[in-house]
């Protein structure tokens, strides 16, 4: 008799412990295939002190292939599920397709960033989701400081040196919170012209800066960064992005050459082509993660409405907290399906949250004990090694090694602005092809010239065409080919309506919650 066949789509938290619940409980029972587009496990929290260049890139990934024993690894990405064939099908990084059969199915596909009716957004913007894009934004903003030192013009040198971030949830704060620091230590080596230092501004249109979270980490939160200089600025969004520039509602101008979008993210559109109910984006499933009328499949993270059993009538926030525990449920759940232990509703309670403010600095109430100062970065700093799956004593070595030696402030030059568009469905991958013989990063707003557009589309070389399945996965053009009309490209028909003065963060973001 053949074994089950389980296939896993997605490799994040919610994935990630699905695999490795199953490599547990299933070994040797079942075969198991984690589909996935990179061969490792991003570990989000952290992501910022990439971007600040505390941490190597490479600290925060922790390899697939080497922590999920009995575990077969596929390199691609989904492109549609055929439920009545019980196949997903992929296409792989070099544009080659396939198709996994399987018996049991666990949709992790997770989330996308999420975007506004913003003119200029997704020309001028970039977001922080994945590995690539914190790579970019870490030689883009050194680039900037650099160009800013080396500049006769004050004007030109202070908009280098002012840096929006858009959204003051979790991800938008941390990275505000870092940036400041990082270009404070930049500006050491590089003295700025007089009267010119680094600028940074947090926006949101809620009324305080992690909304939605208790309001003594808010306050800490908001003390912090306004000690440290950074101009927090709530009850206010961007109304229009352009190469120099955001507008702001309240009418300022804002002379700026970086624009980080952290105002939240979206499920993943692969659940839409299911044609299944589905919640906000999320595909519907019942308290065992099963989605209902299909028992072989099952979905959790934030691609998944995950019912809350402590409030009836409301679904689990998409936060990592709750992939990472849904993981753990999903995989017992699956195994159970296949006659290996028993199934349980999933079921959470909230032991507090942490909040990595920079240096010492941290907000935290674990078990609703609120901290601050430097006990809370070194309870934030304990959670994150105890919680990261893999390179624990990598990471305590590069935060040993940032304690006592300056931070190497190079351009890598690795990931252009090109390549990291903010209208993506992949946002883990960097694009690649065209463009070449380009800058160093060849963003308009880098060298306050239009790129060349006689180059080539990256999607055009990048892989063979093939048909669109997820709704969102067209083809991103580069930097300097004509813009789309203001509000083209700004909301695809299938979203929810929403005004564009309202780019909240919901509770969508990565959380730092203490377990």
């Not at 949250?353 to 078990?367: E, I, M, Y």
């Not at 299938?494 to 963060?505: C, G, L, R, V």
Request: proline share 9%; hydrophobic share 40%; with cysteine.
């Amino acid at each position: 008799m053949s074994r089950p066949r389980i296939v896993i789509v997605g490799a994040g938290f919610a994935g990630y412990r699905t695999a490795r619940t199953l490599a547990r409980l299933a070994r040797h029972k079942a075969d198991i295939t984690l589909l996935n587009a990179t061969d490792y496990f991003l570990y989000l929290p952290l992501l910022p002190q990439v971007a600040a260049g505390i941490l190597e890139p490479r600290r925060v990934t922790v390899s697939l292939a080497g922590t999920l024993p009995h575990v077969r690894l596929v390199l691609g990405e989904a492109d549609r599920v055929d439920l009545e064939a019980r196949a997903v099908h992929y296409t792989d990084p070099e544009g080659d397709t396939g198709a996994l059969p399987y018996d049991r199915l666990v949709l992790a596909v997770g989330s996308v960033n999420k975007l506004l009716p913003v003119p200029g957004i997704a020309e001028y913007a970039h977001g922080f989701r994945g590995l690539p894009e914190a790579l970019y934004l870490r030689d883009h903003v050194t680039r900037q400081v650099e160009l800013a030192a080396a500049s006769d013009d004050p004007e030109s040198s202070a908009a280098r040196c002012t840096f929006v971030v858009a959204g003051a949830g979790y991800t938008g704060t941390e990275v505000a919170a870092q940036g400041q620091l990082f270009t404070d230590a930049l500006v050491r080596k590089q003295p700025l012209p007089e009267d010119v230092r680094p600028r940074w501004l947090l926006l949101d249109t809620a009324s305080r800066v992690l909304p939605g979270l208790d309001e003594g980490l808010s306050v800490t939160a908001d003390r912090v960064l306004r000690q440290r200089g950074v101009d927090v600025r709530m009850k206010t969004s961007v109304q229009e992005a352009t190469e120099t520039g955001v507008r702001l509602s309240d009418g300022e101008f804002v002379d700026t050459r970086t624009l980080v979008w952290c105002v939240g993210v979206r499920p993943d559109p692969l659940v839409e082509g299911l044609e299944r109910p589905l919640e906000h984006g999320r595909l519907l499933v019942d308290p065992y993660l099963q989605v209902p009328g299909q028992s072989e499949v099952f979905a959790c993270g934030d691609a998944a409405a995950v019912p809350d059993l402590d409030k009836p009538g409301e679904y689990t926030p998409m936060t990592a907290q709750h992939a990472w525990r849904q993981g753990k449920a999903a995989g017992r759940n699956v195994a159970a399906s296949i006659g290996i232990g028993e199934r349980h509703a999933y079921r959470h309670r909230d032991r507090g949250f942490t909040v990595d403010l920079g240096g010492v600095k941290a907000a935290a109430n674990p078990l609703g004990i609120p901290l601050s100062g430097p006990i809370a970065g070194a309870v934030t700093r304990g959670y994150h090694l105890g919680a990261i799956p893999g390179n624990r004593l990598r990471v305590a070595a590069d935060w040993a090694l940032d304690a006592v030696l300056p931070r190497q402030a190079v351009q890598l030059g690795l990931v252009r602005s090109w390549s990291v568009p903010l209208e993506t469905a992949s946002p883990e991958l960097a694009r690649v092809g065209g463009a070449r013989g380009r800058s160093a990063d060849a963003h308009p707003a880098d060298n306050h010239a239009h790129a060349d557009t006689s180059a080539k589309p990256a999607a055009a070389s990048a892989k063979p065409t093939r048909t669109p399945t997820r709704p969102t996965r067209t083809p991103t053009r580069p930097v300097g080919t004509p813009a789309k009309p203001a509000g083209a490209s700004a909301k695809p028909s299938d979203w929810p309506d929403e005004p564009a003065e309202s780019p909240k963060e919901p509770e969508s973001d990565r959380r730092d919650e203490t377990s």
